[in-house]
């Protein structure tokens, strides 16, 4: 069983998109659970690509191929994952906030959390505080993740997190914080958790924020 | 079917028109026939007597134009340069670019303590092993002139020192005809024998005539053996405007290649279809300090000059690059070394020497040949150009991802980086905070660590001890041989 796993980790690792539901199936047929699946095969074939990636051993586009190959094994194993495990290591939402059009940092960042195991909700682009607010009420995420390109929308990340703890839910969840002008000051101005200065940090942040 | 259309995309230059470089080339053979070189070798002398040169007193030699042209004609278009191991290593030949290091720097900067100090015969063989490293630097030369070696026998401990740390080719200086003679049977102990090192030749001797319009006895001597033994040789003048040339650009040019041109007859009446790579060095002095500048911009001129008429003649050409005035690594040196690097790609030339040196020609320094490799690596990506093809433009995709879409995880994105994107081995291109989070160094201070990594860490392929020994018993001889030489330059 230990080898299944193992080739689990080397499809993940190497991309190999095509192969991953296969095995995934076999390794369900051949008596592992869900969570194992998970948590012997998938993560950590994911933990290897982040630290490959971190020295530089790993691009960009390699990680995402790999994160979709983890994300596409996912869809056989959420339905037979309990539902207090929100699909490995818990729900991120994530979005742009109010009045900012970019993507593309949002987007990698949701990749990157994706395959690293956690069930992304991304609200997209130009995300009100009062949408941020019904998504945390509604999905119950472990972290709410709010990204700006501009210094001129930065100010809408304070305003969610004030909506949050208007409506009392500010304990019930992380909040971190992204994006080219966000600093460690902004963020403990504005009563945020913590923030990455980029996709990579992402993960290491998130994972540390729940506590993994 | 896109009818008649280029799909590679490349940058380029050019300085001279056909017309100027006529204009140049008959200003060259004007003063060949009319001043002449002097030619401090009988024996050479006499030589060219009999091919068709006019003898004046003082050992001048004037030289006709067809016999100019003849030679021209003679000399090879291409010569394929070989490793070590006998591996093709460089095609020089039209426009195909090959970066390596200088020769005989007399100071270098300690990698480790950052002192300004006498070069030693550790420094060549520092220079070698991160020449070896450095996938982007296509030969090695000695870089340091050691001070401690015995005088006779320094170019041969070089020689050696460069020989047992890279495989890469070697472009190396000889004192005479009597040390080159040792360093080439060296050079075909290591083949296994002189036919064998003819035919895939490894090295490169560099020697020159001395401005103004001066054929030394020492340097004919050189350029008649490389003649007769088939070894390629780099025979180039270096003309410093206003002291041994005229001030001004085109005065420089036109002496300095009738300086090159009659190296070229010498070589060729010698040895007809030997290979020889040309070309001349024309830079200014310095009208306050006297120095002999390296990396001012009238020396770029005067270099995208000649590698234009040496196109133009079929001629391999040499070149001269990542060099600057300043005595460290610090932001002059990586100006100057930048923009020379990337004129000499743009110049096409073939053996672009003299990568590292600073201190306009006295200072050396590991950390700065690794500094040239990065810079080398972002000129030849560049100089790639790209290719306008439909996968590559991928207009499907561009619709299909739409706006407001992105491109992260799309199949062309991973199909592409690699090729498309340079990947640079040094630069910073990480984000301030993360950058402060490693230390917030700057480029220089990553360099120097590491080049002592390269150092403490790259082991070169080592000769066998069979030629170890050759070589041992070939230097033995040569400095018993050497004892009473005196070398006349």
């Known amino acids: 069983m230990s080898e299944m796993y193992g080739q689990l980790s080397v499809a993940v690792l190497g991309g190999s998109l095509k192969e991953i539901k296969k095995l995934t199936q076999m390794a369900l047929d051949g008596g592992a659970s869900a969570q194992q699946v998970l948590d012997l095969g998938l993560l950590p074939g994911m933990d290897e690509v982040g630290k490959r990636f971190k020295v530089g051993e790993m691009f960009i586009p390699e990680v995402l191929l790999s994160a979709r190959t983890m994300t596409a094994a996912m869809e056989l194993l959420k339905p037979l994952l309990a539902k207090s495990e929100g699909g490995g290591r818990g729900t991120v939402v994530i979005g742009t906030v109010q009045g900012d059009l970019h993507n593309i940092g949002k987007n990698l960042v949701a990749m990157m959390l994706e395959g690293a195991g956690f069930t992304v909700v991304d609200l997209g682009i130009d995300v009100k505080p009062q949408a941020f607010l019904n998504a945390v009420k509604q999905h119950k995420p472990k972290l709410l993740g709010m990204s700006a390109l501009l210094t001129t929308t930065m100010p809408r990340m304070g305003e969610t997190i004030h909506a949050l703890e208007e409506a009392g839910v500010r304990a019930q969840v992380k909040v971190m914080v992204g994006g080219a002008p966000v600093t460690a000051d902004f963020v403990a101005k504005i009563r945020a958790d913590a923030y990455a200065a980029n996709a990579g940090a992402a993960v290491e942040v998130a994972r540390a924020l729940v506590g993994d | ?489």
């Open chain 2, 1 to 489: 079917m896109n009818s008649g259309f280029k799909s590679q995309v490349v940058p380029s230059y050019r300085l001279l028109t056909d017309e100027q470089i006529k204009e140049i080339h008959l200003a060259s053979l004007d003063i060949l026939e009319t001043v002449g070189v002097r030619v401090n070798h009988e024996e050479a002398v006499e030589m060219l007597r009999a091919a068709g040169c006019r003898i004046r007193p003082g050992h001048i030699v004037q030289m006709p134009g067809w016999l100019v042209g003849e030679c021209i004609r003679s000399a090879p278009s291409r010569i394929t340069i070989y490793n070590r191991r006998g591996e093709e290593a460089m095609r020089l030949e039209g426009r195909k670019i090959h970066y390596g290091l200088g020769t005989d720097l007399i100071k270098t900067v300690d990698v480790r303590t950052g002192e300004l100090r006498p070069s030693n015969l550790d420094d060549v063989r520092n220079a070698a092993r991160v020449v070896d490293y450095c996938s982007d630097i296509d030969f090695v030369a000695s870089s340091a002139l050691p001070h401690e070696a015995q005088t006779n026998m320094m170019y041969i401990e070089c020689f050696r020192a460069e020989l047992e740390n890279t495989v890469k080719p070697i472009f190396f200086t000889a004192a005479g005809r009597e040390d080159l003679a040792a360093m080439i049977e060296i050079a075909a102990a290591v083949t296994g024998g002189e036919e064998a090192l003819r035919e895939k030749p490894f090295l490169i001797n560099y020697s020159e005539p001395t401005a103004p319009l001066v054929h030394s006895y020492g340097a004919v001597s050189k350029v008649l053996l490389c003649a007769d033994k088939g070894i390629p040789i780099c025979y180039t003048p270096a003309d410093v405007m206003g002291a041994s040339a005229p001030v001004s650009l085109i005065g420089g040019i036109v002496q300095a290649n009738a300086e090159a041109l009659s190296g070229i007859v010498i070589h060729q009446v010698r040895g007809k279809g030997s290979p020889i790579i040309s070309g001349f060095f024309a830079t200014p002095m310095d009208m306050l300090s006297s120095v002999f500048v390296y990396g001012g911009p009238e020396f770029r001129l005067t270099h995208s000059a000649y590698a234009d008429i040496y196109h133009y003649y079929g001629i391999p050409c040499w070149g001269a690059a990542g060099v600057s005035d300043a005595h460290g690594i610090d932001q002059q040196t990586a100006f100057e070394s930048a923009l020379t690097i990337l004129m000499a790609a743009l110049d096409g030339a073939n053996l672009i020497h003299d990568i590292g040196y600073m201190g306009a020609g006295l200072i050396g320094s590991p950390a700065n040949i690794v500094m040239s490799n990065e810079i080398i690596g972002w000129v030849k990506r560049m100089m790639r150009g790209f290719e306008i093809t439909p996968e590559l433009m991928g207009l499907d995709m561009i619709r299909s991802v739409g706006p407001g879409g992105d491109y992260l995880a799309e199949e062309h994105t991973l199909n592409y980086y690699k090729s498309e994107l340079w990947r640079p081995r040094l630069s910073n291109r990480d984000d301030p905070d993360t950058w402060l989070q490693k230390g917030g160094k700057t480029f220089g201070q990553t360099l120097v660590e590491d080049t002592q990594a390269i150092l403490d860490n790259h082991i070169p392929e080592p000769l066998s001890a069979e030629v170890q020994a050759k070589i041992r018993a070939i230097m033995a001889k040569t400095e018993e041989a050497l004892k009473e030489m005196y070398f006349i330059a």
